[in-house]
């Protein structure tokens, strides 16, 4: 058998991964894990969480999948699932004095926890969006 006969490997268009993304992409893993496993514990007797505490988990979890799956492979959908991961998680820090009947002073540092995650979901999304403007 010759070498020509042999399938050339398919050439990709995707620029190669970079070390950011590829950081992104482990980030966001770690947090799809953590909101995975705040999910299920209830699920197996671990946790008294309120039903309302799980949903938000769950779509935080998803999210931040979507995000992760989404800079590891460099799509340009990625953005938009990194906003959206700020904003949920967001929504959900703000409504866990409610959901956990905290005191009021916690209330303070929640808020100050939800403007950060909205800077760094927003940071993200400018930097992936930034990457996928390089790329084409």
């Known amino acids: 058998m010759s070498d020509s006969s042999l399938p050339l490997p398919h ?5 190669p991964r970079t070390r950011g993304r590829t950081a992104l ?7 799809a ?5 705040q999910a299920l514990l209830p699920l197996i007797g671990r946790s008294t ?5 799980v949903a938000w ?3 935080v979890g998803a999210l931040a999948t979507a995000t992760a799956w989404g800079a590891w492979r460099g799509t340009r959908w990625a953005p ?4 959206a991961h700020a904003l949920v998680t967001t929504g959900m820090l ?11 002073d916690a209330v ?11 800077l760094f979901g927003a940071s993200v999304a400018w930097a992936l969006r930034r990457a996928a403007r390089v790329r084409s």
Not at 94 to 104: F, G, N, T
Request: aromatic letters at 4%; glycine letters at 6%; hydrophobic letters at 65%.
């Open 80 to 83: 938009a699932t990194a906003l």
């Open 11 to 15: 050439a990709s268009s995707a620029a």
């Open 25 to 31: 992409a482990v980030v966001y893993a770690l947090l």
């Open 33 to 37: 894990c953590n909101a995975w496993g």
């Open 94 to 104: 703000l409504s866990l004095a409610r959901l956990l009947d905290l005191p009021a």
């Open 49 to 53: 969480a309120p039903l309302a505490l």
């Open 108 to 118: 303070r540092g929640l808020r100050t926890g939800a403007a950060l995650v909205l």
């Open 57 to 59: 988990q769950v779509a």
